[in-house]
């Protein structure tokens, strides 16, 4: 089957330092897309960003990703990181075999300090 | 426009009650699913359908049961409800073709205590 692996659990940036949000995964199967998700505090998550295409970089809202399938990672990355971006995030892939539910991995919550 | 409601939104239950929450979407979505969270266990999906009348199991299904009576609405019960299941459930819509192809929508969420 599939998983989707967050290594980290929490994450500590200083505000104006670059953040890195790590996401791995493992498919037997056909992937579809890749997503990462943000949910900020006593939100619902919401779609930050969603990639299909390898090797193409995917930004919004100062995030991007890469999807490298090389390396079967999709990690998360801003340059400079603001308060208003501590939140918990969380990575996800669809693939042919699941038919539309979304295999998560345990989230990240990133904190930014002042 | 919240194109994903659910209601109530938060719920005070005793143990060996029965506990209903309700999804509404608006998207016109085929699928849609039931989630819990809970500190450490991530989104963890209870239930799922594919439209009106279908019904499946997701992860960690015991306990629950769901009802889709419509494409709109889908219901999660608790029959029994346990201290156990207190947490935070998520109801999210989703569907399968077009450009935002399997992306999931979410509501708000409810928060379910049962004491």
């Known amino acids: 089957g599939d998983s989707v692996t967050q290594t980290e659990g929490l994450v500590t940036v200083t505000e104006g330092l670059p953040v890195k949000l790590n996401c791995t995964y493992q498919?037997?199967?056909?992937?579809?897309?890749f997503f990462w998700y943000v949910q900020y505090l006593n939100e619902a998550p919401q779609v930050l960003l969603k990639?299909?295409?390898?090797?193409k970089r995917t930004e919004h809202q100062g995030f991007h990703a890469t999807l490298h399938k090389s390396s079967s990672s999709f990690h998360l990355q801003k340059s400079s990181a603001q308060l208003s971006d501590s939140a918990l995030y969380y990575c996800?892939?669809?693939?042919?075999?699941?038919?539309?539910?979304?295999?998560f991995g345990q989230g990240t919550k990133l904190s930014i300090k002042p | 426009e919240a194109a994903v409601t659910q209601s109530p939104r938060n719920k005070v239950a005793v143990t060996g009650g029965k506990v209903t929450l309700s999804c509404n979407q608006t998207n016109n979505h085929n699928n849609m699913y039931w989630y819990r969270q809970d500190t450490g266990h991530g989104l963890r999906l209870i239930h799922y359908s594919y439209g009106a009348g279908s019904t499946e199991k997701g992860d960690i299904p015991d306990g629950y049961k769901a009802s889709r009576p419509s494409q709109e609405n889908f219901s999660l019960i608790l029959e029994l409800a346990t201290p156990s299941q207190t947490s935070v459930y998520f109801c999210?819509?989703?569907?399968?073709?077009?450009?935002?192809?399997?992306?999931?929508?979410f509501g708000p969420g409810t928060r379910l205590l049962v004491l």
């Open positions: 999210a819509s989703g569907d399968r073709g077009g450009r935002d192809q399997d992306t999931q929508y």
């Open positions: 996800a892939l669809s693939d042919n075999y699941n038919q539309g539910k979304l295999i």
């Open positions: 990639s299909s295409t390898d090797n």
């Open positions: 498919t037997t199967y056909l992937t579809i897309a």
